[in-house]
T-cell receptor
Framework: EAGVAQSPRYKIIEKRQSVAFWCNPI?????LYWYQQILGQGPKLLIQFQNNGVVDDSQLPKDRFSAERLKGVDSTLKIQPAKLEDSAVYLC?????????????FGPGTRLLVL | GENVEQHPSTLSVQEGDSAVIKCTYS??????FPWYKQELGKRPQLIIDIRSNVGEKKDQRIAVTLNKTAKHFSLHITETQPEDSAVYFC????????????FGSGTQLTVLP
Protein backbone atom coordinates (compact mmCIF):
# COMPACT_ATOMS: atom_id res chain seq x y z
CA GLU A 1 0.00 0.00 0.00
CA ALA A 2 1.14 3.57 -0.59
CA GLY A 3 2.54 5.31 2.45
CA VAL A 4 1.90 8.72 3.96
CA ALA A 5 2.93 11.44 1.53
CA GLN A 6 4.21 14.87 2.50
CA SER A 7 5.38 17.91 0.60
CA PRO A 8 7.55 19.80 0.33
CA ARG A 9 10.45 17.77 1.67
CA TYR A 10 12.53 20.81 2.46
CA LYS A 11 11.74 24.47 3.01
CA ILE A 12 13.92 27.43 3.90
CA ILE A 13 12.25 30.70 4.85
CA GLU A 14 13.10 33.84 6.73
CA LYS A 15 11.55 34.63 10.09
CA ARG A 16 8.17 36.31 9.95
CA GLN A 17 7.39 34.63 6.61
CA SER A 18 4.59 32.13 6.16
CA VAL A 19 4.86 28.49 5.18
CA ALA A 20 2.45 25.63 4.54
CA PHE A 21 2.93 21.88 4.58
CA TRP A 22 0.75 19.25 2.96
CA CYS A 23 0.00 15.68 3.99
CA ASN A 24 -1.86 12.87 2.28
CA PRO A 25 -2.49 9.96 4.66
CA ILE A 26 -2.76 6.29 3.81
CA UNK A 27 -6.03 5.60 2.04
CA UNK A 28 -8.77 4.72 4.49
CA UNK A 29 -6.98 6.06 7.56
CA UNK A 30 -9.39 8.21 9.50
CA UNK A 31 -6.93 9.58 12.03
CA LEU A 32 -4.22 12.04 11.06
CA TYR A 33 -1.52 13.54 13.25
CA TRP A 34 0.96 16.38 12.86
CA TYR A 35 4.16 16.18 14.91
CA GLN A 36 7.04 18.58 15.35
CA GLN A 37 10.46 16.98 15.74
CA ILE A 38 13.22 19.31 16.84
CA LEU A 39 16.76 18.07 16.20
CA GLY A 40 17.80 15.56 18.84
CA GLN A 41 14.32 15.15 20.31
CA GLY A 42 11.39 12.83 19.91
CA PRO A 43 8.34 13.86 17.88
CA LYS A 44 5.89 16.10 19.75
CA LEU A 45 2.22 16.01 18.83
CA LEU A 46 0.84 19.29 17.53
CA ILE A 47 -2.65 18.29 16.44
CA GLN A 48 -4.76 15.19 15.88
CA PHE A 49 -7.69 14.88 13.48
CA GLN A 50 -10.40 12.25 13.41
CA ASN A 51 -11.83 12.47 9.89
CA ASN A 52 -12.23 16.23 9.48
CA GLY A 53 -12.66 17.03 13.17
CA VAL A 54 -9.98 18.07 15.65
CA VAL A 55 -9.48 15.59 18.49
CA ASP A 56 -6.67 17.41 20.27
CA ASP A 57 -4.82 20.62 19.49
CA SER A 58 -3.74 21.46 23.02
CA GLN A 59 -0.06 21.64 22.07
CA LEU A 60 -0.55 23.66 18.90
CA PRO A 61 0.73 27.27 19.24
CA LYS A 62 -2.49 28.73 17.93
CA ASP A 63 -1.19 32.27 17.69
CA ARG A 64 0.93 31.21 14.71
CA PHE A 65 0.08 27.63 13.76
CA SER A 66 -3.09 26.44 12.08
CA ALA A 67 -4.14 23.17 10.51
CA GLU A 68 -7.11 21.89 8.61
CA ARG A 69 -8.43 18.69 7.13
CA LEU A 70 -11.50 19.92 5.31
CA LYS A 71 -12.61 16.76 3.50
CA GLY A 72 -11.28 14.26 6.01
CA VAL A 73 -8.41 13.18 3.77
CA ASP A 74 -5.55 15.59 3.00
CA SER A 75 -4.36 18.04 5.60
CA THR A 76 -2.36 21.26 5.61
CA LEU A 77 -0.35 22.76 8.44
CA LYS A 78 0.46 26.46 8.28
CA ILE A 79 2.85 28.65 10.22
CA GLN A 80 2.31 32.40 10.08
CA PRO A 81 4.55 34.15 10.97
CA ALA A 82 7.47 31.77 11.43
CA LYS A 83 10.01 32.13 14.23
CA LEU A 84 13.57 30.83 14.44
CA GLU A 85 12.51 28.20 16.99
CA ASP A 86 10.09 26.69 14.46
CA SER A 87 13.06 25.13 12.65
CA ALA A 88 12.30 21.41 12.85
CA VAL A 89 11.03 18.43 10.91
CA TYR A 90 7.25 18.36 10.63
CA LEU A 91 5.99 14.81 10.50
CA CYS A 92 2.55 13.70 9.44
CA UNK A 93 1.25 10.32 10.54
CA UNK A 94 -1.98 8.41 10.06
CA UNK A 95 -3.68 5.44 11.63
CA UNK A 96 -6.67 3.26 10.89
CA UNK A 97 -9.59 4.10 13.13
CA UNK A 98 -10.50 0.68 14.41
CA UNK A 99 -10.41 -1.07 17.73
CA UNK A 100 -6.82 -1.72 18.87
CA UNK A 101 -5.39 -0.33 15.63
CA UNK A 102 -3.01 2.10 17.25
CA UNK A 103 -0.15 1.79 14.78
CA UNK A 104 0.80 5.16 13.41
CA UNK A 105 2.50 5.32 10.03
CA PHE A 106 4.73 8.29 9.45
CA GLY A 107 5.43 10.28 6.33
CA PRO A 108 8.96 11.33 5.33
CA GLY A 109 8.55 14.73 6.96
CA THR A 110 9.14 18.31 5.87
CA ARG A 111 12.41 19.78 7.08
CA LEU A 112 11.91 23.48 7.83
CA LEU A 113 14.74 25.92 8.37
CA VAL A 114 13.85 29.42 9.53
CA LEU A 115 16.62 31.99 9.06
CA GLY B 1 -0.50 14.13 30.81
CA GLU B 2 1.91 11.35 29.98
CA ASN B 3 5.68 11.83 30.39
CA VAL B 4 8.15 9.34 28.92
CA GLU B 5 11.83 9.25 29.84
CA GLN B 6 14.33 7.27 27.78
CA HIS B 7 17.88 6.13 28.59
CA PRO B 8 20.59 6.11 27.47
CA SER B 9 20.70 8.93 24.97
CA THR B 10 23.60 7.29 23.14
CA LEU B 11 24.70 3.67 23.05
CA SER B 12 27.62 2.07 21.25
CA VAL B 13 28.01 -1.70 21.02
CA GLN B 14 30.22 -4.08 19.12
CA GLU B 15 28.63 -6.01 16.30
CA GLY B 16 27.14 -9.20 17.65
CA ASP B 17 26.62 -7.84 21.16
CA SER B 18 23.24 -7.02 22.68
CA ALA B 19 21.75 -3.57 23.17
CA VAL B 20 19.18 -2.54 25.76
CA ILE B 21 17.23 0.71 25.82
CA LYS B 22 14.98 1.60 28.76
CA CYS B 23 11.95 3.85 29.11
CA THR B 24 9.78 4.89 32.02
CA TYR B 25 6.32 6.39 31.81
CA SER B 26 4.26 8.37 34.26
CA UNK B 27 0.61 7.62 33.47
CA UNK B 28 -0.40 4.27 34.95
CA UNK B 29 -3.40 4.24 32.59
CA UNK B 30 -1.15 3.94 29.52
CA UNK B 31 -1.54 0.56 27.91
CA UNK B 32 0.15 0.65 24.51
CA PHE B 33 3.92 0.99 24.05
CA PRO B 34 5.44 1.08 20.55
CA TRP B 35 9.08 1.38 19.59
CA TYR B 36 10.14 3.27 16.48
CA LYS B 37 13.42 3.19 14.57
CA GLN B 38 14.50 6.30 12.73
CA GLU B 39 17.45 6.25 10.38
CA LEU B 40 19.16 9.52 9.56
CA GLY B 41 16.91 11.73 7.47
CA LYS B 42 14.16 9.13 7.25
CA ARG B 43 10.73 8.62 8.76
CA PRO B 44 10.17 6.82 12.08
CA GLN B 45 9.17 3.20 11.47
CA LEU B 46 7.45 0.91 13.93
CA ILE B 47 9.63 -2.06 14.83
CA ILE B 48 7.73 -3.64 17.70
CA ASP B 49 4.96 -2.81 20.14
CA ILE B 50 3.49 -4.24 23.31
CA ARG B 51 0.19 -3.90 25.11
CA SER B 52 -0.20 -3.91 28.85
CA ASN B 53 -1.86 -7.32 28.96
CA VAL B 54 1.47 -9.01 28.17
CA GLY B 55 4.87 -8.80 29.82
CA GLU B 56 7.11 -9.65 26.89
CA LYS B 57 7.00 -9.80 23.12
CA LYS B 58 9.66 -11.04 20.75
CA ASP B 59 10.21 -10.71 17.02
CA GLN B 60 13.39 -12.38 15.79
CA ARG B 61 16.31 -10.38 17.25
CA ILE B 62 14.10 -7.75 18.86
CA ALA B 63 12.19 -8.09 22.11
CA VAL B 64 10.31 -5.73 24.37
CA THR B 65 9.56 -6.24 28.05
CA LEU B 66 7.02 -4.37 30.14
CA ASN B 67 6.85 -3.96 33.91
CA LYS B 68 3.50 -2.32 34.67
CA THR B 69 4.13 -2.11 38.38
CA ALA B 70 7.34 -0.18 37.94
CA LYS B 71 6.01 1.64 34.87
CA HIS B 72 8.95 0.87 32.67
CA PHE B 73 9.56 -0.99 29.44
CA SER B 74 12.70 -1.95 27.57
CA LEU B 75 13.84 -2.75 24.06
CA HIS B 76 16.33 -5.57 23.64
CA ILE B 77 18.25 -6.14 20.42
CA THR B 78 20.39 -9.26 20.25
CA GLU B 79 23.17 -10.12 17.79
CA THR B 80 23.38 -6.49 16.70
CA GLN B 81 24.35 -5.67 13.14
CA PRO B 82 25.66 -2.42 11.59
CA GLU B 83 22.25 -1.85 9.97
CA ASP B 84 20.73 -1.64 13.44
CA SER B 85 22.50 1.72 13.84
CA ALA B 86 19.77 4.37 14.11
CA VAL B 87 17.84 6.46 16.62
CA TYR B 88 15.28 4.46 18.58
CA PHE B 89 12.24 6.08 20.18
CA CYS B 90 9.92 4.60 22.73
CA UNK B 91 6.39 5.89 23.13
CA UNK B 92 3.36 5.40 25.33
CA UNK B 93 -0.32 6.02 24.96
CA UNK B 94 -3.72 5.18 26.32
CA UNK B 95 -5.46 2.94 23.85
CA UNK B 96 -8.79 4.29 22.76
CA UNK B 97 -10.18 7.17 20.83
CA UNK B 98 -7.34 9.57 21.68
CA UNK B 99 -4.26 7.41 21.00
CA UNK B 100 -1.90 10.33 21.37
CA UNK B 101 1.62 8.99 21.45
CA UNK B 102 4.06 10.58 23.85
CA PHE B 103 7.60 9.91 22.68
CA GLY B 104 10.81 9.54 24.60
CA SER B 105 13.80 11.68 23.66
CA GLY B 106 15.48 8.94 21.63
CA THR B 107 18.58 6.75 21.82
CA GLN B 108 21.29 6.95 19.18
CA LEU B 109 22.49 3.36 18.76
CA THR B 110 25.78 2.80 16.99
CA VAL B 111 26.86 -0.74 16.14
CA LEU B 112 30.59 -0.87 15.60
CA PRO B 113 31.84 -3.42 13.04
Amino acid sequence: EAGVAQSPRYKIIEKRQSVAFWCNPISGHATLYWYQQILGQGPKLLIQFQNNGVVDDSQLPKDRFSAERLKGVDSTLKIQPAKLEDSAVYLCASSLEADRQETQYFGPGTRLLVL
Amino acid sequence: GENVEQHPSTLSVQEGDSAVIKCTYSDSASNYFPWYKQELGKRPQLIIDIRSNVGEKKDQRIAVTLNKTAKHFSLHITETQPEDSAVYFCAATLSGSARQLTFGSGTQLTVLP
